[in-house]
T-cell receptor, first 112, second 113 residues
Framework: QKEVEQDPGPLSVPEGAIVSLNCTYS??????FMWYRQYSRKGPELLMY????GNKEDGRFTAQVDKSSKYISLFIRDSQPSDSATYLC????????????FGSGTQLTVLP | KAGVTQTPRYLIKTRGQQVTLSCSPI?????VSWYQQTPGQGLQFLFE???????NKGNFPGRFSGRQFSNSRSEMNVSTLELGDSALYLC????????????FGQGTRLTVV
């Protein structure tokens, strides 16, 4: 079993839809969580960083963390064609050297 | 503020050769991590350097090595290249400790033929 599970999609939605992306994890040591967006042939771009359970909002993006269920989500409101990309969740443990464990990525297409 | 810079962007090498990739982190960042990204395995951690010391290493063979200089710039080296080493190699820069954000460069796409 992988430490981080992410539905690979592909996910296709109409412009303006609300998108929900999810990851589950098994390692209780994970304390902080990130979401990245990666366009084809580019490096991952950091969208959200969260350290605690609950919600964090930044513009059209909301990150949600439920440590008791080992479940994280990223919501995209009013999705745009420019949001079409692969979305990666990543997580790490405190108190150790920097090492992120990534989900496999969800490929999202927003149709105009 | 300049982002993470990786050079070169593209490389084609022959099996058995060695290759060196370079990463310049964001100014002021002291932690540099390296990752390999392939379609089959996704993003996998290679190693992390902080203040010129390797703090952590992923599950890769000894052919993969790295170092960090006093200005925080980092290099990774792969010796005796194999076809399976073809991948996008990504460098991530972090301000300091283990629980801070990680910012990635555009990567170096290595093709081994």
């Amino acid at each position: 079993q992988k430490e981080v599970e992410q539905d690979p999609g592909p996910l296709s939605v109409p412009e303006g839809a609300i998108v929900s992306l999810n990851c589950t994890y098994s390692n209780s040591a994970f304390q902080y969580f990130m979401w990245y967006r990666q366009y084809s042939r580019k490096g991952p771009e950091l969208l959200m960083y969260t350290y605690s359970s609950g919600n964090k909002e930044d513009g059209r993006f909301t990150a949600q963390v439920d440590k008791s269920s080992k479940y994280i989500s990223l919501f995209i409101r009013d999705s745009q064609p420019s949001d079409s990309a692969t979305y990666l969740c990543a997580m790490g443990s405190s108190g150790s050297a920097r090492q992120l464990t990534f989900g496999s990525g969800t490929q999202l297409t927003v149709l105009p | 503020k300049a982002g993470v810079t990786q050079t070169p962007r593209y490389l084609i090498k022959t099996r058995g050769q060695q290759v060196t990739l370079s990463c310049s982190p964001i100014s002021g960042h002291r932690s540099v991590s390296w990752y390999q990204q392939t379609p089959g395995q996704g993003l996998q951690f290679l190693f992390e350097y902080f203040s010129e010391t390797q703090r952590n290493k992923g599950n890769f063979p000894g052919r993969f090595s790295g170092r960090q200089f006093s200005n925080s710039r980092s290099e990774m080296n792969v010796s005796t290249l194999e076809l399976g080493d073809s991948a996008l190699y990504l460098c991530a820069s972090s301000p300091r400790g283990s629980d801070t954000e990680a910012f990635f460069g555009q990567g170096t796409r290595l093709t081994v033929v």
